[in-house]
């Protein structure tokens, strides 16, 4: 099932959002310094922005025409806002006032900037500007830690005096503060970057009412698969069953089986780039799978379990491997297991955690990785899976790209 088509090209497209705040004027400098560090920019601007800054400002220093309104059929015509939110690999918004921040939080797409982000994968980055006290107002500290909790990335604001003659905090960042922080966030990007993604159980089958299988929700395999799309890789998510619902990546293929799984894999390997093997893949499978379903005739049933093929091993055995990330999932001595699945699969990367405990793993909200490498490790503490996600699809991009430096 193909569900979206990420982007394929090498470049940082930023769509800069403007809201109605007196520190608009402040975001047509934002657009030179962001071009300076080799970004393209579209700027959409709400309307309340429009009585601040003229949008012919914005598109002299873009270079390209500024969208204001959803239902303009002449700039639909063009690049509609589906396109742009496709176009993107980032959507920041300078600023980004507390009536903006609202609206986001709720998810309301009454004009063309909450529409895009609500359609776009690109991560959020939110430049907040406003009065102090709207800034320390419950509400807006509440759509704040909604919008956090989604994984939008607040820069700022910073503190001193305001516009309105108060001092506090709500000033939105310098633009070469901003500019300097979306650097970063290219650094960690994925983009065009061809990677297949494994999550969830496998289901063994006994006979065909049974099956073998695991706790694995296919929540971890999920988050990441929908962190690493974020930052632009082009994911294939090949899952065993899971209640979930599917994140939007380039392609979806559902399996049932380890020896599914093995063959979903091994088509997709002539281009892949980057694999990371979430899933938690039976080890065995029953030798036979009864054609009827099995009757409870013996005291003592003795089943025969034959060996499923290590699909990470395998991927990673490959003449040409892409970048492997690997998972180890232990119930004790969480180092020692996971160095040794490092070195025996010879993989580049091993995130292991701890399972079977009070906390984290299997078919939990939260969990916590210790992340391995040759000479290495990175340890990401107890969050929501989501969150943990986006740390590790740094940490891979960061790795990824260290990888490719030494290799031209
Ligand atoms: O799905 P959730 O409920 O959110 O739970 C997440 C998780 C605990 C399943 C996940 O974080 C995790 O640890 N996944 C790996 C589970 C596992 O099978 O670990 P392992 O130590 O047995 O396997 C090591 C690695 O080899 C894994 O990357 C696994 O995908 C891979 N493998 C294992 C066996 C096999 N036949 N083929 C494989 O590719």
């Not at 980055?125 to 989604?150: G, S, V």
Request: net charge neutral; charged share 20%.
């Amino acid at each position: 099932m193909t569900i979206h088509t990420a982007p394929t090209h090498d470049r940082s497209h930023i769509v800069l959002g403007i809201g109605g705040g007196i520190s608009a004027y402040k975001s047509v400098d934002l657009v030179r310094r962001l071009k300076e560090r080799g970004f393209e920019v579209r700027v959409v601007m709400t309307q309340a922005a429009t009585a601040l800054v003229t949008p012919l400002t914005f598109q002299a220093v873009s270079g390209h025409p500024v969208r204001t309104s959803l239902l303009d059929p002449g700039a639909e015509a063009g690049m509609n806002h589906i396109e742009l939110a496709r176009w993107a690999d980032w959507l920041l918004i300078a600023p980004a006032t507390a009536d903006l921040m609202a609206r986001l939080a709720a998810g309301i797409a009454d004009d063309l900037l909450t529409t895009l982000a609500l359609a776009t994968n690109a991560p959020l980055c939110l430049a907040p500007a406003m009065n102090q006290h709207m800034w320390r107002h419950p509400a807006t500290q509440e759509n704040l830690q909604t919008l956090r909790e989604r994984g939008a990335r607040i820069l700022g604001p910073a503190e001193g005096d305001q516009a309105c003659g108060d001092s506090g905090p709500g000033r939105m960042l310098e633009p070469a503060e901003l500019a300097e922080a979306m650097r970063p966030q290219a650094e960690r990007r994925l983009i065009g970057v061809r990677t297949v993604l494994t999550a969830g159980p496998t289901r063994e089958p006994l006979d065909p009412v049974r099956y073998l299988s695991n706790r694995s929700s296919g929540r971890m395999g999920y988050a990441l698969a929908a962190a690493l799309t974020h930052r632009g890789a082009q994911v294939t998510l090949i899952t065993g069953p899971s209640a979930l619902p599917v994140p939007t990546v380039a392609e979806v293929v559902q399996v049932e089986t380890a020896l599914e799984m093995h063959a979903a894999v091994l088509a997709r390997m002539a281009d892949c780039e980057l694999f990371v093997a979430t899933a938690a893949v039976a080890d065995y499978r029953p030798l036979e799978c009864a054609a009827q379903k099995r009757k409870k005739d013996a005291e003592l049933l003795t089943l025969q379990l034959v060996r499923n093929p290590d699909i990470l091993a395998e991927v990673a055995a490959r003449e040409s491997p892409p970048f492997t990330v690997g998972f180890a999932a232990e119930t004790e001595q969480l180092e020692i297991h996971a160095r040794a699945k490092l070195a025996h699969k010879k993989v580049n990367l091993i995130a292991a955690n701890q399972v079977g405990g009070a906390v984290g793993g299997f078919d939990r909200e939260d969990n916590a990785l210790t992340v391995f490498w040759e000479g290495g490790s990175r340890a990401l503490p107890l969050m929501s899976k989501p969150s943990l996600a986006r740390e590790l699809a740094d940490l891979i991009a960061e790795h990824y790209r260290g990888a490719d430096a030494t290799a031209t």
